[in-house]
């Protein structure tokens, strides 16, 4: 017998169990070894896109909800665009100070990925900022202050060693 290639060897097989079985082949068996056809592609159908919901601010926490429907205003965006990142930075606020537990010995943290997607010239990065702004400039009030309080320290701790 020839040596026959996996494939063909496959399909030998394959034409022996289906007639052992009496069952009727589903897929037509060739004998030759060659590559199967391409199949034909399939028709691409567009897919629809649902219609644009608004974001819903009367679910925020009245703080949140305040400043992101100001800032919204203010800068001229969809509130998403505010709302999104903000609620990304009140989650990463939390951190793991506030989890949730699951079931037993199953535990997450408050964790909020957010995107958000528009054409260029929308005002992503002003809605962006508005909702990281106030982080940051707290966030480096704090460094001042640490530094401010570390520096006495090494002046009192220096003097004290003298």
């Known amino acids: 017998m020839a040596k026959m290639t996996r494939t063909a060897r496959w399909r030998e097989e394959d034409r022996q169990a289906v007639e052992s079985n009496g069952n009727t ?18 028709a691409i159908r567009p897919r629809r896109v649902p219609p644009y919901t608004p974001f819903p601010l009367v679910e925020l926490p009245p703080v949140l909800r305040d400043y ?46 957010s995107v958000t997607i528009t054409p260029s010239g929308q005002r992503k990065s002003p809605g ?20 401010a309080e570390r520096t006495a320290y090494d002046d009192a701790l220096a003097e004290w060693m003298d």
């Open 68 to 113: 992101t429907g100001a800032s919204a205003d203010a800068i001229g965006c969809d509130p998403a665009l505010v709302a999104l990142p903000a609620l990304a930075v009140a989650a990463g606020c939390l951190g793991n100070s506030c989890t949730i537990q699951l079931k037993r010995g199953w535990t997450e943290p408050s964790v909020i990925w």
């Open 25 to 42: 082949p589903t897929l037509r068996i060739s004998s030759s070894c060659g590559p199967e056809p391409e199949p034909k592609p399939k």
């Open 128 to 147: 962006w900022a508005a909702a990281t702004d106030p982080l940051m400039a707290y966030q480096c009030d704090l460094a001042d202050n640490y530094r």
